[in-house]
C-alpha cells in the first residue's frame, strides 16, 4: 500500500507540478502572453487544492479511496485534452487551474496520506514519510 500511495502521490506531483514548470516558455510562446500570467496556472492550482480539501477529508471518510483516485484520472484526461483545444490564455489557466486542480487533490496528499494511514497499525509515521518522497519532482529538478 506504501508503493501505490508513493506512486499515486509522485505522479500527482509530478503531473501537475513538475512538468508545467518545463512547459511555461512554450506556453507563454503560444498564447503570445508573458511567463508571468503563463506561470500563474501553479498558483490557480494551489488555491484551489486549498478550497477542495477539506471536503475532500469529509468525503475520504465515507467513500472509497479507489474510486476517488480513478476520478482524478478521469479529470486529469479530461482537462489536458479540453486545454489543447484553448485558444486563450485565461481559458487555458481556467482549464488547467480549475480541472487539474480538483484533479490533483483527488489523487494527491489526502487520499495517498489516507491510503497509507489506514493501511497501517504500527509504525504509520514511516510509512506516511516514504510515501512523501517526492522523487519524480527531485528528479526532475535534476536537470
Not at 23 to 51: C, H, N, Q, T, Y
Not at 83 to 112: A, E, Q, Y
Amino acid at each position: 500500500m506504501v508503493a501505490i500511495a508513493f506512486v499515486t502521490q509522485n505522479f500527482a506531483i509530478g503531473a501537475t507540478f513538475g512538468i508545467y514548470g518545463v512547459l511555461v516558455k512554450s506556453i507563454a510562446e503560444e498564447f503570445d502572453a508573458p511567463r508571468s500570467l503563463a506561470s500563474m496556472r501553479i498558483a490557480v492550482i494551489i488555491l484551489f487544492k486549498g478550497l477542495c480539501s477539506p471536503a475532500l477529508g469529509i468525503i475520504l471518510d465515507c467513500k472509497s479511496i479507489k474510486h476517488i483516485m480513478l476520478l482524478k484520472l478521469i479529470l486529469m484526461t479530461i482537462g489536458y485534452a479540453i486545454s489543447s483545444t484553448n485558444n486563450s490564455i485565461f481559458l487555458f489557466l481556467i482549464t488547467f487551474g480549475l480541472i487539474m486542480g480538483l484533479g490533483s487533490t483527488l489523487l494527491g496528499t489526502l487520499p495517498s496520506t489516507s491510503l497509507a494511514h489506514n493501511w497501517f497499525d504500527d509504525r504509520r509515521g514511516m510509512a506516511i514519510s516514504l510515501m512523501s518522497i517526492p522523487l519524480v519532482v527531485a528528479a526532475r529538478l535534476h536537470y
